[in-house]
């Protein structure tokens, strides 16, 4: 079972910026698309941006110019900057992993979620 967990939440100040790491952890073979999506409770969880193995890095509307996501693939780790940081990014922030596991599964992970919040 493929387990991720995340890091780098916190409070910060409108303007300000935060990183958030993910890694992937167990019997993984590959993974082919890593990402983070964001939930207010009550509400649907959305995309900000997902990066494939080798393909192009897609980013929400809303966070394109403002947030970067990388990976590095030594670490089976994800990575979300954060920069220019508003309120209306206060969410809880999820990462993704989907890839194959060494059993030849496919695999479909969620992490547990990072608070992030956003003072004016």
């Known amino acids: 079972q493929v387990q991720l967990v995340e890091s780098g939440g916190g409070l910060v100040q409108a303007g300000g910026s935060l990183r958030l790491s993910c890694a992937a952890s167990?019997?993984?073979?590959?993974?082919?698309?890593m990402g983070w999506y964001r939930q207010t409770p009550g509400d649907l969880r959305e995309l900000v941006a997902t990066m494939p193995s080798g393909g192009n890095t897609n980013y929400a509307d809303s966070v394109k110019g403002r947030f970067t996501i990388s990976r590095d693939n030594t670490k089976n780790t994800v990575y979300l900057q954060m920069n220019s940081l508003k309120p209306e990014d206060t969410r809880v922030y999820y990462c993704?992993?989907?890839?194959?596991?060494?059993?030849?599964?496919?695999?479909?992970?969620w992490g547990q979620g990072t608070q992030v919040t956003v003072a004016s």
């Open positions: 167990g019997s993984i073979r590959s993974i082919s698309t």
């Open positions: 993704r992993a989907v890839g194959v596991q060494g059993d030849y599964t496919r695999f479909n992970s």
